[in-house]
Structures are given as C-alpha cells and as structure tokens.
C-alpha cells in the first residue's frame, strides 16, 4: 500500500507473519508471551483516529480476527490490546495473550524482565499456525 515503510525498531524486534488487508502482521521476538503486533500499512499514521473510518473498520476487524486467533492458540486467560505508540510513534496495535502464570502478571508486559527471544523453530511454527488460521 501506499509508500509505507515499517519502523526500524519494529522491523529489528518482530518476525514478519501475513499481510492482512490493510495490517501487516507480526509476531514480537519475546517467547516470555505470545505477542503480536498489528501495523496498518498507511504511511504517516500515529494514532488509530487518524486511519480513515473504512480503514479503521477493517483495523478493527483485524484486531479481532488476530485476538481470536491467539486467544485460540495460548489459551489466554486474558487478552491485552493496545496502541500506546510512546517508544514508536508510527501506529501499531499490540495484542498479547497472556497467562495468570506469565512474568508480568497482572501488570503490563512493558519493562518487566528481559526479552527471551524465540529460536528460529519455534518462531516459524507459531508463525505457522497463526498465518493458517488467518488465511
């Protein structure tokens, strides 16, 4: 779409899983918790209000899709979603599944511990089995 370019620290942290119709999907480089990240494909965005209200509809649709889908996956007892957009300015929607077991638990996942990268295996399975059930 358009002349978008993903955020460099976007790109350095994530593994690229599908394009949806207007989001490109990606899976965060922390195995501590079943992380992705939405990024609407539309150059210059910061904020979801921003997005036009056809783009917004389907950004929305998608946020659902991916939240069922990893709900699915993790067996979350709760999902989180949000764009905070304070480290990275370019708009993106995180979702996360998270567990009453997981590291940060109940608080946000943001500066608890350090990232435990995936190993390349388990990286492209679950990119894998998220890409299968959203295509």
Excluded: C
Excluded at 91 to 96: E, G
Aim: glycine content about 4%.
């Amino acid at each position: 779409m358009n002349d978008f370019i993903l955020h460099s620290k976007l790109a350095a942290d994530t593994f690229e899983v599908l394009s949806l119709e207007v989001s490109q999907l990606l899976l965060m480089n922390d195995a501590r918790y079943p992380w992705l990240i939405l990024v609407p494909q539309v150059s210059g965005m910061r904020d979801l209000h921003n997005l036009s209200t056809k783009q917004y509809q389907a950004v929305t649709q998608e946020i659902v899709q991916v939240s069922e889908v990893l709900e699915s996956l993790a067996q979350a007892h709760k999902m989180n979603v949000g764009a905070l957009g304070n480290m990275v300015p370019q708009l993106h929607i995180h979702i996360i599944a998270r567990q009453t077991n997981d590291a940060a638990w109940p608080a946000p996942v943001w500066g608890v511990g350090e990232a435990q990268p995936y190993s390349q295996d388990a990286a492209k399975t679950l990119i894998q089995q998220i890409a299968s059930k959203l295509r």
